[in-house]
């Protein structure tokens, strides 16, 4: 995704070398990257000075941003790729966090840093609305479309999906949402103070952080004051034999619980979505109740509880999506507002420290009180630890290749952060390998795909590390063919 004009642009964008123009005309023009994704113009040239240094000022662009970008997918290919072979790695399955759990905040936290460099200053208002609703728009039906259910997987090489099943929220539409409040809030919700001191600066956006205040304590009152009535569901798997029946009750009753089958974030999701909607394979069916290969998938254990089976979205309205990923947008535009406003690196880091550790302060502090952390549920302590690791990872990076220049060893990942839309869907989401998996020599099994991974698991004599070692070559395939379009100056764009 890249800057958009009033004209529509195509998919496939060659960029032209050209002069490097001032950044205000650029942030008049340009539409920030809803997707970890963009490689926007006013992204290419941000302004990066220091008041200690003796050249002249000139244009240059941010690094930081793709490389964090490109961290992102880079991880999230991990975690798809090996997580089944190393459920430590793998999405919590409920309390508690890991690597993978950090993979989501890490999006929303770098579209906020965007938000701030792009909306630096708007001329025209509406207009920028207008643009962020269509590019809003965009991007949830491409979610829908990668997500919805179309493609099945590379185990199952199959296409299509039930419209009455069909799920209507995933990252992109979590990311999308995210993007839209908080690109608004910088439109709409930002005074024309001139920042010359942190005082001014604090007064030009208190607007918005009074806003972030208030959606999340508007979470925390929905989700401790909501009462969850008791509800039923339809199992539709096959290892449903050791249930009793295929309508299952879900005994609730309860205010206040942030356990699986009561919450009111599961609640709000089933009234306003419809069970079919929602995922059908939550990350709580790993717990210990639910499997006995836990913390990984696997069987019913005896006597296992009815909601096992019960869908719950990780995307749902409630907790990602319209609230605390809007948040953590917040958290990222913060740091860009800091980027656009204080021309000084030290300064910069100083109050990305300041704002990150506080955040891990709060984050544990609310742990401690008895807050836990869970992704599924995205709990405020959660968002806190989340963004302020978010902001800490991100001032490590800053301080390595823009201000110390050290690009080489992470030039992978800045190749991926710059067409990261391209490598997102063809990777993370596994287009690539299915495409791949539909030519097959006398049986499915027999593909380029599946027989790379048996090489290498045969290689270590290892299947998890065999896995593992085939999702790093995938990693470090995509992060060359990042490079070589790079090289040809073509990027993906929505």
């Known amino acids: ?67 964090f970008r ?54 025209n208002k509406s207009t920028a609305t207008k643009k962020v609703i269509i590019r809003v728009i965009k991007l949830f039906l491409l979610g829908i479309f990668l997500q919805g259910g179309f493609f099945h997987g590379r185990k199952t090489l199959t296409y299509g999906v039930d419209v ?38 604090m007064r030009k956006y208190c607007i918005q952080w009074m806003v972030t205040v208030l959606l999340c304590i508007i979470y925390i009152c929905l989700m401790y004051g909501l009462k969850v009535p008791s509800w039923e569901y339809e199992i539709h798997r096959a290892n449903s034999a050791l249930l009793p029946s295929n309508l299952q009750t879900v005994q609730c009753e309860v205010r206040g619980s942030l356990d699986p089958p009561c919450n009111s974030v599961g609640f709000i999701d089933r009234l306003l979505l419809g069970e079919n909607h929602l995922y059908q394979r939550p ?53 860009g507002q800091i980027i656009a406003h204080f021309k000084d690196h030290w300064q910069r880091i100083f109050l990305w420290s300041v704002s990150a550790f506080s955040l891990l ?16 549920l995205y709990t405020v302590s959660y968002m806190c630890i989340t963004a302020g690791a978010s902001g800490v990872i991100f001032t490590i990076i800053f301080y390595l290749v823009d201000v110390k220049h050290i690009k080489k060893p992470v030039l992978l990942l800045q190749w991926m952060g710059m067409n990261a839309l391209l490598i997102y869907a063809l990777a993370a989401c596994e287009i690539f390998s299915i495409a791949l998996q539909g030519f097959y020599w006398g049986s499915p099994e027999n593909n380029l795909v ?20 085939f999702v790093l070559l995938e990693i470090l395939f995509w992060g060359l063919v990042a490079g070589l379009l790079h090289m040809k100056r073509i990027y993906v764009k929505l």
């Open 361 to 376: 302060i709060l984050g544990y502090v609310l742990l401690i009180l008895g807050m836990p952390l869970s992704k599924p």
């Open 283 to 335: 990350v709580y069916q790993r717990a210990k109740e639910c499997s006995v290969n836990s913390p990984d998938y696997g069987p019913l254990p005896a006597n296992s509880p009815g909601w096992c089976l019960a869908p719950f979205d990780p995307e749902g309205i409630l907790r990602s999506s319209s609230l605390m990923a809007a948040v953590t947008c917040f958290v990222g535009l913060h740091f």
């Open 450 to 469: 599946d027989g790379t991974v048996s090489f290498f698991q045969d290689l270590l004599s290892s299947k998890n590390w065999g896995t593992l070692a």
């Open 164 to 201: 009455e099943k069909i799920r209507w929220l995933g990252v992109l539409q979590r990311i999308s949402i995210g993007y839209l409040l908080a690109s608004v809030s910088e439109i709409w919700l930002v005074n024309g103070l001139v920042v010359d001191t942190p005082f001014a600066f």
């Open 70 to 123: 490109g961290l992102t997918i880079a991880l999230m290919i991990l975690v798809d790729g090996a997580g089944g072979a190393f459920p430590s790695i793998n999405h919590s399955p409920w309390f508690g966090v890991t690597i993978a759990d950090f993979v989501m905040p890490f999006f929303l936290f770098i579209v906020g840093v965007s938000i701030g460099l792009v909306f630096k200053k708007v001329d």
């Open 1 to 67: 995704m890249a800057e958009e004009r009033e004209t529509q642009t195509p998919l496939l964008h060659y960029s032209p070398s050209s002069s490097t123009p001032e950044i205000q005309r650029y942030i008049e023009d340009c539409i920030i990257p809803s997707l970890p994704s963009e490689v926007t113009e006013s992204e290419h040239h941000i302004v990066l000075s220091s008041s200690s240094s003796s050249v002249p000022l000139k244009n240059q662009r941010l690094v930081a941003l793709d490389v």
